[in-house]
Each structure stands twice: as structure tokens, then as C-alpha cells.
């Protein structure tokens, strides 16, 4: 595809409600990130793959919190039991295999936890 | 947890001015990327410096690293309205694939 695409771009949630956010990185990219970015703050990464294999999950902020990219492309992070404090904006990034090159980011999923 | 803090966290500019950011970060990294951010939007990345490196230019962007004292700056050169944005820098670890963002300045260019 043109871009990294993620989608719902908004999502309300009511609290307890479990939640899927879809990522489809760009075709080809061996590297997928997720980031969790509150209003006014940096982005907080949240787990990393390469291909179908999750390398570092040390981010994610508790057990609710499940990624997968069964198939090493397209990535969903879900989040059971969604509360309050996971409102937030949710971004996925790739990139090409190796560290030194730059990281394509989708627009972001908005997740409001009501 | 941020690896990395901006300074200042934010900068009002008349347009043409230049503005500069700084970042430091904690530990040894591979490389340091800046990236710009618009209200509402996702992160666009603007230039990867290398480890041995110590200045990069693109356009008019100017950045530099000091690895002896971890940070890096941002130089952003005859500013224009449309620079208005948030820039974060992120650091790529020894060792690691995986980019850790810093804390960001939220930049404004006054028309």
C-alpha cells in the first residue's frame, strides 16, 4: 500500500469493553512497531515485531494488552477490558529490516475510554 | 518510560527566525531520528543521524549529536508558518530495533 493504514481511526469504548485496533503496514516491511501516545506526551512504545515474531513486548502496560501479526503483516493490538486511563492514541509504524532506516507511521487509532 | 527529553518543551518564533531544539537521551544508541508531528496526525520522519556521525544536513534542516554528552540538537533554519508542529526525537539502542521516543517540543512559527 501507499502507507502504513490503521484503522478504526476513533473508537469510544465503554469501560470493560474489549477493543481490536487494526494496523496494515506498508507491503514489504519486515518491522512493525506500536506506540501508545497521550495528550501532550511523546509516543510509548508498546511492543515491536519482526515478521510474525513478537522480539519485545517489555511495553506493554499490563496483561489486558495482547498484539499479534500472525502472518507478518497486518498487526492488531487489543486491549480487554478497556479503562479510563487507556484513552489514548495508538500508532503503528514500519519499517524496512535493519535499524538504521526510517519508520512510516499511520494516522493513528483515537481510543476513548468511556 | 521516554528515553529521551526535549528542550525547550515549547518555542513561539517570528517566521524566519531559526529555532533550535535539543534532546538528550540515557544510554549508548545505534542512531537518533528526528520525527515532526501536526495536530491530530501521525509522526513524519525528517532525518536519521548515525552514531559516528556528528552533523547532517537536509534542506534546512541542520541537526548534530554529541555522543560524549548524549544529546542532539535540531536547527531548523528561516522558519515558516507551515513548520508548526510538535518534533520529537527518538533513539535507536545499541542492539535494538526498536525506536524510543522522547518527550517532544511543540514548535510555533508566528506568520
Request: glycine letters at 8%.
Amino acid at each position: 500500500g501507499a502507507g502504513v493504514s490503521q484503522s478504526p481511526r476513533y473508537k469510544v469504548a465503554k469501560r470493560g469493553q474489549d477493543v481490536a485496533l487494526r494496523c496494515d503496514p506498508i507491503s514489504g516491511h519486515v518491522s512493525l512497531f506500536w506506540y501508545q501516545q497521550a495528550l501532550g506526551q511523546g509516543p510509548e512504545f508498546l511492543t515491536y515485531f519482526q515478521n510474525e515474531a513478537q522480539l519485545d513486548k517489555s511495553g506493554l502496560p499490563s496483561d489486558r494488552f495482547f498484539a499479534e501479526r500472525p502472518e507478518g503483516s497486518v498487526s492488531t493490538l487489543k486491549i480487554q477490558r478497556t479503562q479510563q486511563e487507556d484513552s489514548a492514541v495508538y500508532l503503528c509504524a514500519s519499517n524496512l529490516r535493519g535499524r538504521n532506516t526510517e519508520a512510516f507511521f499511520g494516522q493513528g487509532t483515537r481510543l476513548t475510554v468511556v | 518510560s521516554q528515553q529521551g527529553e526535549e528542550d525547550p518543551q515549547a518555542l513561539s518564533i517570528q517566521e524566519g527566525e531559526n529555532a533550535t531544539m535539543n534532546c538528550s537521551y540515557k544510554t549508548s544508541i545505534n542512531n537518533l531520528q528526528w520525527y515532526r508531528q501536526n495536530s491530530g496526525r501521525g509522526l513524519v520522519h525528517l532525518i536519521l543521524i548515525r552514531s559516528n556521525e556528528r552533523e547532517k544536513h537536509s534542506g534546512r534542516l541542520r541537526v548534530t549529536l554529541d555522543t560524549s554528552k548524549k544529546s542532539s540538537s535540531l536547527l531548523i533554519t528561516a522558519s515558516r508558518a507551515a513548520d508548526t508542529a510538535s518534533y520529537f526525537c527518538a533513539t535507536v539502542l545499541t542492539g535494538a530495533n526498536n525506536l524510543f521516543f522522547g518527550t517532544g517540543t511543540r514548535l510555533t512559527v508566528i506568520p
